[in-house]
């Protein structure tokens, strides 16, 4: 019986640790998903070995450039232990033109569980996940579910 309640209770501790897992940037500031508030967030877990990860990129790449200025954007999560060098050339070679965060490789995150490289989060603008994806999305994907929900919104704004 204590043997189980120290496994739970390490479990928790675990949980907690990962959901408090800190984002930095290439300049080693701690950074969050709060400061893009208002706009809609794609979240993607990713790593430079990751041949999807690498696939997805230019879709990535498209997908903000078309939505940076107005209503959404895409949050990389570099998901390696490379020196920011390393990755700042890695990205500009991608001509990767998101910002890109670094955390500590773990299989729990604030948004819920990496069972896999990609993994993407969908976050609306009030902050609320609202969608995940192990594997490969496109520009299209994503656009698309975006148009979706924000269309549900408006139905459920509209009916009260």
């Not at 508030?37 to 696939?55: D, F, H, I, M, S």
């Not at 999305?137 to 704004?157: K, L, P």
Request: hydrophobic share 45%; aromatic share 10%.
């Amino acid at each position: 019986m204590r043997y189980s309640l120290l496994i739970f209770c390490l479990a928790l501790l675990f949980d907690a640790c990962a959901e408090e897992q800190p984002l930095y940037d290439l300049q080693g500031n701690q950074r969050s998903l709060a400061e893009f508030q208002g706009k809609w967030r794609l979240v993607n877990y990713w790593a430079t070995w990751c041949t999807p990860c690498l696939e997805e990129i230019p879709e990535l790449v498209q997908f903000h450039a078309r939505h940076n200025d107005k209503d959404a954007v895409v949050i990389g999560i570099n998901m390696e232990q490379l020196d920011a060098e390393a990755l700042t050339i890695f990205m500009d070679e991608l001509s990767i033109n998101y910002p890109v965060w670094v955390a500590s490789p773990s299989q729990q995150t604030a948004l819920g569980p990496l069972s896999g490289l990609p993994t993407s989060f969908l976050v609306s603008p009030q902050g609320e996940v609202v969608a995940r994806q192990v594997g490969v999305v496109s520009a299209h994907m994503i656009e698309r579910f975006i148009a979706r929900q924000t269309e549900s919104a408006e139905t459920v704004t509209r009916q009260k």
